[in-house]
Every structure is written in C-alpha cells, then in structure tokens.
C-alpha cells in the first residue's frame, strides 16, 4: 500500500485554468504538507497542516488554497493558473510536526 | 533567498571514493534532516539530528550537526552507484513557523 499518494502524477493546463491536485496519507500522520520543487530543484514548503488546522502559511500566491477535509487528506486548489506555476508539486505528511517527512511520488504540472 | 544553503552544488565521483556535502543555514535550526532524491523521484528521509555537536552513523553515512546548530555535513564513505541523487538537509526554525531546505548537492557515481 502507498503511503503517501497523489493524483495526478501528470498535469499539463492552459493559463487562467483552474486546477486541483489531490492528496492522501495512509499513515496515521496527523500533520501534512505541500511543497514545490522548481526546475532548478530547489525545494520551499508552501503550506503545512496539523489536524486540520493550518499551521504553515508561506508566502505563496493567494490562488493556491489549501483544502483539508479531515487529516488522512490535504488537496491543493490553484485559480488562474501562471506560466511561473510550473514545476512539481509534493505532498508530505508527518507524525509530528516538522519531524521525519514522508514525501508522496510528486505532481508535475506543466502550464502552457 | 536561499536560506540553506548546501555546497557543492554538484560532485561526482568514481565509485569507490568518499563524498562530502555541506549544509550551512543563516539560522539557527532546532533539528536537521536528510533526505536523499533519486533522479526522477522524491525525497526520503535519512536522519534527524537534534543535539548540538551529534554524530550519527548509517552504515557508510556519517551525519554531523554544528555546535551552533546552522550547519551539518554528511559524509559517505566508499561511494557506490546506488548512492547517485541529490542529498537536501532541512531543518524548522526554533519556533516551528519556519522549515527550510537546502539547496541540494547533487551526487554522480561514476562505475
């Protein structure tokens, strides 16, 4: 069983699209995250949740919204999609907050 | 920018040799971890350091965090092909609002 999973793998859009990427841990984790990885694979955490709760809000665009319908799920909901919006999006979860993160196997959105 | 940054930013190697990268923040961190990218893939955690001035072992992997707790270094000894990814140290600020990865040494093992 996968213990972090995200759906889609792929994403290729069109500016000014509207889109979603899901996410779903297996692991019991009470704490999940999303990062993006851009092309010069450098690494920022966007958001952070922990049960539910927002805890980590950096400073991102405010189109990307964070959805956590209970603590198993955290999707990630991006309006008005931005050339500059491309690269690969993980999501992570952990047992405590900021400890030992287990990584999903990435989202990569293409915006043409 | 940056506020971890790792150095070298590349290195390879011929397999057999040993492989260091360096791990540097502007900011005292209350852990640092490691995680190991497969080209292609995504980061795996390795190791959690806490206390100021610990060394961990993993094998071939030796893991030190500063006395300051702003830098750390791992160490592999013996590179083999399968160690080829690009290691990230990361690591939260002392009051948890901020977490941080590095920038990435990139590892080629050359057989």
């Known amino acids: 069983d996968t213990a972090v999973s995200q759906t889609p793998k792929y994403l290729v859009t069109q500016m000014g699209n509207d889109k979603s990427i899901k996410c779903e841990q297996n692991?019991?984790?009470?704490?999940m995250y999303w990062y993006k990885q851009d092309s010069k694979k450098f690494l920022k955490i966007m958001f952070s949740?922990?049960?539910?709760?927002?805890?980590i809000n950096e400073t991102v665009p405010n189109r990307f919204s964070p959805k956590s319908p209970d603590k198993a799920h955290l999707n990630l909901h991006i309006n008005s999609l931005e050339l500059g919006d491309s690269a690969v999006y993980f999501c992570?979860?952990?047992?405590?907050?900021?400890?030992?993160?287990?990584f999903g196997p990435g989202t990569r959105l293409t915006v043409l | 920018g940056q506020q971890v940054m790792q150095i070298p930013q590349y290195q390879h190697v011929q397999e057999g040799e040993d492989f260091t990268t360096y791990c540097n923040s502007s900011?005292?961190?209350?852990?640092i971890q490691w995680y190991k990218q497969r080209p292609g893939g995504h980061p795996v955690f390795l190791i959690q350091?806490?206390?100021?001035?610990e060394v961990k072992k993993q094998k071939r992997l030796t893991f030190q965090f500063g006395e300051a707790k702003k830098n750390s270094s791992l160490h592999i000894t013996a590179t083999q092909t399968t160690d080829v990814g690009t290691y990230f140290c990361?690591?939260?600020?002392?009051?948890?609002?901020?977490?941080?990865f590095g920038s990435g040494t990139k590892l080629n093992v050359k057989p």
């Open positions: 992570a979860s952990s047992q405590q907050l900021l400890n030992e993160q287990f």
């Open positions: 692991l019991g984790h009470d704490t």
């Open positions: 990361a690591g939260p600020t002392y009051n948890f609002n901020k977490f941080y």
């Open positions: 900011t005292t961190l209350s852990n």
């Open positions: 949740y922990n049960n539910k709760e927002l805890i």
């Open positions: 350091l806490v206390k100021s001035g």
